[in-house]
């Protein structure tokens, strides 16, 4: 992740709910073949499960977006995604397979262009949130895993991002919002954890890391974990 540090301040908020997680962070710095810019991949992902069943998922879609990115030399987020799609339905569903697997995940990959100042990006069930001049802009996910489901031959979406100085982007999974707790024992939700971040985006990624740690371990007090935890920020 040495170039994203050397040139962009960011946080991981990851907490795991048992030793091992079904949520992951993927960041990858690399020259596609034929081009001399790099391109800064950055994923936060939520695999079926969590504890052991959910990071064997995770270990088998990191080892396909590597496939995808430095094997098979795609750029765009969509395509990638479309391409670990396929290799992980093919992966759960062998030739001959009795039973169908539906496993696979949430994501939103992000690809970075610093130089031209572009995210390019695709969302698999989980949106990216955009913080610019005190505003959230939301971009929302195509409705569908990656992995088998009713629409696993819809091609994922490619949106993108012109990205402005000052710009503060955050990608997470469910964990966060739908952690049990406070006074009556509700979800956190998704509206709380937008005011969260907009009130404190000025801040440091440092101060907001610990922010929203703390916030969610009081909001937990003595309930248990019910998911695994991450949140990504990355400020422009």
């Not at 994922?156 to 990608?171: E, F, R, V, W």
């Not at 709380?192 to 740690?213: F, G, I, P, R, V």
């Amino acid at each position: 992740m040495e170039t994203l540090i050397e040139t962009k301040p960011f946080f991981i908020v990851y907490k795991p709910k048992d030793i091992v997680s079904g949520d992951f962070y993927y960041a990858l710095s690399h020259k596609h073949l034929g081009s001399k810019k790099e391109i800064f991949y950055m994923s936060a992902a939520d695999c079926t499960g969590h504890g052991v069943p959910g990071a064997l998922m995770s270990m088998m879609a990191v080892s396909k977006l590597n496939e995808s990115i430095i094997e098979k030399n795609l750029i765009a987020p969509n395509d990638i995604l479309d391409n670990v799609r396929k290799g992980i339905i093919a992966s759960l569903n062998p030739e001959g397979s009795e039973e169908e697997s539906k496993d696979g995940m949430d994501c939103v990959l992000c690809a970075f262009d610093f130089e031209e100042m572009k995210l390019d990006f695709a969302a698999a069930n989980n949106p990216l949130w955009l913080i610019r001049d005190g505003a959230v802009i939301e971009f929302k996910p195509d409705k569908m895993p990656v992995g088998k489901s009713p629409k696993e031959n819809e091609p994922y979406t490619l949106q993108s991002i012109q990205l402005q100085k000052g710009d503060t982007i955050y990608i997470f999974t469910d964990g966060y919002a739908d952690q049990f707790g406070g006074e009556k024992g509700k979800k956190f939700k998704y509206k709380q954890l937008q005011d969260l971040l907009l009130k404190n985006c000025s801040k440091s990624m440092e101060e907001q890391k610990q922010l929203l740690s703390t916030t969610i371990e009081k909001w937990m007090g003595n309930l248990e974990q019910v998911d695994d935890i991450l949140v990504i920020g990355i400020k422009i």
